[in-house]
Nanobody, 129 residues
Framework: QAQLRESGGGSVQSGGSLRLSCAAS????????MGWFRQAPGKEREGVAVIENDGHTTYYADSVKGRFTISQDNAENTLYLQMNNLKPEDTAMYYC??????????????????????WGQGTQVTVSS
C-alpha cells in the first residue's frame, strides 16, 4: 500500500517562498501520476499541480501558474513543489497525492479532486499579508 509523507510547510509572508517535499513508499503503480492538492478552510479540495511519469509533462491550476513548480526525483521517490511569490490565498493544507492517469482523458481532468486515489496527511502552508 502506498504511503505519502509531506514536509516543508510553514508560515511565510506574502511574496515569500516555500518548498514542499513528499516521500513516497510502497507500491503506487505506473497508472498513477503524482500531484499536489490543497484545501483551505471552508473550501473544497483543489488540484494544484500534477506531473506525469516522464518527469516533464506538468499541469497547473491557473491560480498558481508561473509561481509554483512541480518536480520529482524518481531515484529518491520524492515529489517536490516549489512555491514562489506566495499569496495569502495560497494558505491551505497541502496534500501529496497519487493521481489516476485515466483522468487525463475523462472525468474532469487530472486536477479534479476525484482523480486522486492516495493522499498523504498534509502539510500546512500559511501566508500572511
Amino acid at each position: 500500500q502506498a504511503q505519502l509523507r509531506e514536509s516543508g510547510g510553514g508560515s511565510v509572508q506574502s511574496g515569500g517562498s516555500l518548498r514542499l517535499s513528499c516521500a513516497a513508499s510502497g507500491y503506487i503503480g505506473s497508472s498513477y501520476y503524482m500531484g499536489w492538492f490543497r484545501q483551505a478552510p471552508g473550501k473544497e479540495r483543489e488540484g494544484v499541480a500534477v506531473i506525469e511519469n516522464d518527469g516533464h509533462t506538468t499541469y497547473y491550476a491557473d491560480s498558481v501558474k508561473g509561481r509554483f513548480t512541480i518536480s520529482q526525483d524518481n531515484a529518491e521517490n520524492t515529489l517536490y513543489l516549489q512555491m514562489n511569490n506566495l499569496k495569502p490565498e495560497d494558505t491551505a493544507m497541502y496534500y501529496c497525492t497519487a493521481v489516476n492517469a485515466e483522468f487525463k482523458y475523462y472525468g474532469g481532468g487530472l486536477l479534479s479532486p476525484g482523480s486522486a486515489d492516495h493522499w498523504g496527511q498534509g502539510t500546512q502552508v500559511t501566508v500572511s499579508s
